[in-house]
């Protein structure tokens, strides 16, 4: 169930401890002039460990100020639980409390938070009698907001061995305790029921077990790459999610037996990460999001919008698309406000005030109904850039003036941005966590981002709204989709391919790829392929299928070489003409898939299927050599389309604006619309660094548009649900502007470099 705050909280994360007593009154009262009602503290840099040095003797009064203070200039406090940082005495207490990687190295206690494993007795203990003591003390205290679970759960960096520190995406998976492995022999038994079942099960390695007592079992330490049971592996990625869920789960009931006014929330990551030397996969974000009152995420653009200026549009679509399917509020509890990371050699990013108008916006714009920073001031003792509002004095910054202005706007227009809604989006991405754990365990993660981030850029690119669903809300009426795109989606369990059937029979239309549907849900190899039944939705099966690529691969495929025993190989410079005249797709003019588009051909990716195709199947494209490249066959009131090459891995590893163009006729055949249409005289700029948001309440309509770009640019912009529209306001400046009608509501706007608009249309 959604919560609609009273007021729409803008502010920032805050410690006291590191200030002095003074900076407090101070620093409250500046946040207050700049329009800030909320303050997030007590989560991390100074909580538990800070407040209760010695069990049951903790000292308030720092916090007790801070809620005075607060409480005086109108700031409300999303306070924290302080679980991941327990304090020191716990490991005296609790010997076993810290994490143990595979490689039996304990989580060092003075490093990174969330070093306690989540699923020791004396977590459970403290934490719900140190949450009693906070509810005690504050549950009542008229400056409370809500409440935050943890921080960031799940997202550990590689700790401990060697082997760790030289690929620590592949090995920082934990908690190998003796507590996880007797529950994970808890969870396997209560999963398998008996211990043949789960022998059957756990079916494949070089040096196989068959298990004769469920005391034999300990979670697999090997990856399938390394040779390791990709069963076994996958079991024990769903129990370490399941953990996380539970533990931030307990919390939550604990404050909702004695609070039930005020909101649980947890902050979590995207998975989707450019970075991968830090494990997202600890968690599941589709069940986190159903396990407290409101589902929070931080996001750190950093130096992403020069790499990919997408790049916080799909984080902000993904964290939207979790809070959707779970009827939870989004929030953005911890947003960049300053330079970023790098330590000596920082910062990675120079934020400038310009940033934290384009950062505020885009959180709008994907439906945040909280933005707040990290931090307002900075830590003289982090040698690390984490960024702040304010200088290290406490002194006012551009930044602090941008975000005052745009706090500004949100109070005027407090009402609409509560309860506006992004635009309907008419197409989404399908992302499960059995999959990424499937492909991650196979040293094969990059494939499943880049075939996401291509499909996301695509459609990005050409003005489309997507949003993401896991399969379990397919048939739900927040997954209203017409289009479904199962961008490398290689493990397919069979009720999972049921319910993307049944999207199809209602009347959607889903696009896969190459390797589509391969595993079940053991992570075995379908007998045929597409899996799970897929092959009759298609009416496609898989005859043979076969690896090119432009580049060479390595001669010698030995380890150390570039290319692992079954790995992907490593590209070299020479150009292979041939396997690009495999991968080549030919243009066919008159054909609707390929209108606007100049090129001969759309070079595909990596693989090529071939398929034995049914009757009733239409060939919508097809290779240079005449083989069929894109099939469709209609079904119930729908249709499946299927790519035999990765066209969306394509459209990043070519940069070929074709295979963009191709996506956006396709949705445009399945009748899918754009919210706004933006365009300029570059439109290629116009493309690549130019985001447009649609918000929508009653006959209230707000664009809010972001140039992520270094050039100054002149836009004209058609919103086509704006008919009626009579009025239209730039927000932040304040300035009119002439809205026609045409198409809808059309209007031109210059956007200075790096900057960003609000938009208000309005009908009277």
Request: hydrophobic share 40%; proline share 6%.
């Amino acid at each position: 169930m959604k919560i609609r705050t009273a007021n729409f909280p803008r502010g920032s994360s805050y410690y006291p401890p590191f200030h002095t007593p003074q900076d407090w009154v101070r620093d409250t009262a500046n946040m207050a002039a700049a329009d800030m009602n909320m303050m997030r503290t007590a989560e991390l840099l100074a909580t538990w460990d800070y407040i209760e040095p010695e069990r049951g003797k903790p000292d308030w009064s720092w916090l007790d100020r801070i809620f005075e203070l607060s409480q005086e200039n109108g700031i409300q406090i999303l306070l924290g639980t302080g679980s991941c940082c327990p304090p020191i005495w716990m490991v005296d207490d609790y010997p076993d409390l810290q994490a143990v990687s595979r490689e039996g190295t304990k989580f060092p206690t003075n490093s990174y938070w969330g070093w306690a494993c989540v699923n020791n007795p004396g977590m459970d203990i403290e934490v719900a009698r140190y949450l009693n003591l906070l509810i005690d003390r504050y549950g009542n205290h008229p400056a409370l907001m809500a409440w935050q679970i943890d921080n960031e759960p799940g997202s550990h960096p590689a700790f401990g061995g060697e082997a760790e520190r030289r690929a620590p995406k592949q090995n920082a998976y934990f908690c190998y305790c003796e507590r996880c492995a007797e529950l994970f022999r808890e969870w396997v038994a209560a999963k398998y029921h008996n211990i043949e079942a789960l022998n059957a099960a756990w079916a494949w390695d070089p040096t196989h077990h068959r298990y004769v007592d469920w005391r034999q079992i300990n979670p697999p330490r090997s990856l399938p790459a390394e040779w390791g049971n990709a069963t076994a592996w996958l079991d024990f990625r769903r129990f370490v999610r399941d953990s996380f869920t539970r533990f931030v789960k307990r919390q939550h009931d604990v404050i909702k037996a004695r609070d039930q006014i005020h909101p649980t929330s947890t902050n979590l990551v995207t998975p989707l990460r450019y970075e991968l030397e830090v494990n997202w996969r600890g968690i599941d974000h589709w069940a986190m999001g159903g396990v407290v009152d409101v589902i929070g995420y931080d996001m750190y653009p950093q130096k992403s919008f020069k790499i990919d200026p997408a790049h916080s549009s799909w984080f902000m679509d993904f964290a939207y698309s979790v809070a959707k399917h779970n009827d939870r509020t989004l929030w953005m509890p911890e947003l960049e406000s300053g330079p970023v990371g790098g330590f000596s050699a920082g910062p990675l990013h120079t934020t400038r005030a310009t940033d934290i108008t384009r950062h505020m916006l885009s959180c709008l714009g994907h439906g945040a109904k909280m933005v707040a920073f990290q931090g307002y001031r900075e830590w003289n003792c982090i040698p690390l850039h984490w960024g702040a509002l304010v200088d290290l004095d406490g002194d006012p910054t551009g930044r602090y003036y941008a975000a005052a202005n745009v706090n500004r706007v949100i109070k005027e227009q407090e009402d609409f941005f509560l309860d506006s809604l992004p635009a309907k989006a008419g197409a989404a991405i399908y992302f499960t966590h059995d999959n990424a754990s499937v492909l991650d365990g196979q040293a094969n993660e990059e494939f499943l981002y880049g075939a996401i981030h291509g499909v996301y850029n695509a459609l990005w690119y050409e003005g489309f709204n997507i949003e993401f669903v896991a399969p379990q809300f397919l048939g739900t009426p927040t997954a209203d989709y017409g289009v479904l795109f199962l961008p490398f989606l290689m493990h397919l369990p069979q009720d999972d391919a049921d319910r993307i059937t049944q999207f199809v029979e209602d009347g959607g239309t889903v696009v896969g790829f190459a390797k589509l549907g391969h595993l079940d849900d053991k992570g075995w190899s379908w007998n045929r392929r597409p899996g799970a039944g897929l092959t009759s939705l298609f009416g496609a099966r898989e005859t043979s299928i076969e690896v090119f690529d432009r580049m060479g691969w390595a001669e010698n495929d030995a380890p150390g070489s570039g290319m692992g025993m079954f790995g992907a190989p490593v590209m070299h410079a020479e150009v292979l003409v041939e396997s690009e005249q495999s991968l080549a797709i030919a243009v066919e003019p008159g054909n609707p898939l390929f209108e606007g588009i100049d090129s001969e051909t759309i070079q595909g990716y990596w693989h090529r299927q071939e398929f034995d195709i049914q009757d009733d199947v239409e060939v919508l494209a097809r290779f240079v050599d005449g083989a069929p490249a894109i099939l469709r066959r209609r079904h119930g009131r729908g249709q499946a389309i299927l790519m035999a090459t990765h066209l969306d891995l394509a459209v990043v590893h070519h940069d070929e604006p074709a295979a963009r163009r191709l996506f956006a006729n396709l949705l445009e055949m399945c009748g899918v619309e754009r919210p706004v249409v933006v365009s300029g005289v570059d439109q290629g700029y116009v493309q690549q660094r130019v985001d447009a948001h649609l918000l929508e309440l009653g006959n209230q309509r707000a664009v809010l548009i972001n140039n992520e770009g270094e050039t100054d640019v002149d836009l004209v912009v058609t919103v086509p649900s704006g008919s009626g529209t009579e009025s239209a306001v730039e927000l932040l400046s304040g300035r009119s502007i002439v809205v026609k009608a045409e198409g809808g509501a059309r209007f031109e706007i210059t956007l200075p470099a790096s900057e960003g608009v609000i938009v208000m249309l309005s009908d009277h």
